[in-house]
C-alpha cells in the first residue's frame, strides 16, 4: 500500500554490524509494529509503538531495539547483527484496537 | 497467552475445487479474529475479520470464514478456487482492548489446474 513504505527492500549485512531499518507512514495511524517472518514460525512480534516515544517489546524482541521520534517513522535498529536475524522483517500500522493491520512490502535482511 | 494454530502447512486444491483452511485459537475471551493474504515477495492483505455479530463474515476476492466458539476455531472457506488464489494464509488473533496481533504459522495454498 502507497501509505507504508519499508526501506530497504534488500539488504545484506555482515555479523557484528548495527543495521537499521526504517518504516514510514503516510496515513497517521497510532500504533506501529515490527514482525519477522520466517519459516514455520509465521510473524512474531519484535517491538511495537503505540505513539511518538511510546513503545514497547514483543515476543522476540532480544537483539533489537526501536525508536520513534515522528508519527510517521519507526526505526528497527540490530546493534549488532547476527546470522540468527536473517530474516524478513514487516512494519505494519493500525489505527485502533482490533482494525487489523496496513502492512509494508517488507525488508529481507541476509546477515552474512 | 493467546495463541493460534494452524493445523496444515501446505494445501494443494484444483482450480474450481472448494477450499476450507483451517484455524485453531487459544484466548481467554472472544478475541479479534483476522485472515491475511500474502502473495510470493508481498506484504500481508486483510482478506477478512470478526468482531462480533453475525459468525460467518464475508471478506475479498470470494472468501468467507465462520466463527465457531465452541471449537476456538475460525476456518477460512470459498466455494471454487482459481490460479491466483494460491498464497500462503494466516489466521490472527488480537484482543479487544489491545492492538497486538498474535499469527499462525500459515497455510501454502497451491492450486492445480
Known amino acids: 500500500d502507497a501509505g507504508i513504505t519499508q526501506s530497504p527492500r534488500h539488504k545484506v549485512t555482515e555479523t557484528g554490524t548495527p543495521v537499521t531499518l526504517r518504516c514510514h507512514q503516510t496515513?497517521?495511524?497510532?500504533?506501529m509494529y515490527w514482525y519477522r517472518q520466517d519459516p514455520g514460525h509465521g510473524l512474531r512480534l519484535i517491538h511495537y509503538?503505540?505513539?511518538?516515544?511510546?513503545?514497547d517489546k514483543g515476543e522476540v524482541s532480544d537483539g533489537y531495539s526501536v525508536s520513534r521520534s515522528k508519527t510517521e517513522d519507526f526505526l528497527l535498529t540490530l546493534e549488532s547483527a547476527t546470522s540468527s536475524q536473517t530474516s524478513v522483517y514487516f512494519c505494519?500500522?493500525?489505527?485502533?484496537?482490533?482494525?487489523?493491520?496496513?502492512f509494508g512490502s517488507g525488508t529481507r535482511l541476509t546477515v552474512v | 497467552a493467546q495463541s493460534v494454530t494452524q493445523p496444515d502447512i501446505h494445501i494443494t486444491v484444483s482450480e474450481g475445487a472448494s477450499l476450507e483452511l483451517r484455524c485453531n485459537y487459544s484466548?481467554?475471551?472472544?478475541?479479534?479474529l483476522f485472515w491475511y493474504v500474502q502473495s510470493p515477495g508481498q506484504g500481508l492483505q486483510l482478506l477478512l475479520k470478526?468482531?462480533?455479530?453475525?459468525?460467518l463474515v464475508q471478506g475479498i476476492k470470494g472468501f468467507e470464514a465462520e466463527f465457531k466458539r465452541s471449537q476456538s476455531s475460525f476456518n477460512l472457506r470459498k466455494p471454487s478456487v482459481h490460479w491466483s488464489d494460491a498464497a500462503e494464509y494466516f489466521c490472527a488473533v488480537g484482543p479487544r482492548y489491545g492492538n497486538k496481533l498474535v499469527f499462525g504459522a500459515g497455510t501454502i495454498l497451491r492450486v492445480k489446474s
Open positions: 496515513e497517521n495511524h497510532r500504533y
Open positions: 505494519a500500522i493500525s489505527e485502533s484496537a482490533g482494525t487489523g493491520y496496513t
Open positions: 470478526y468482531f462480533s455479530g453475525d459468525t
Open positions: 509503538s503505540y505513539g511518538v516515544k511510546d513503545t
Open positions: 484466548y481467554g475471551a472472544t478475541p479479534y
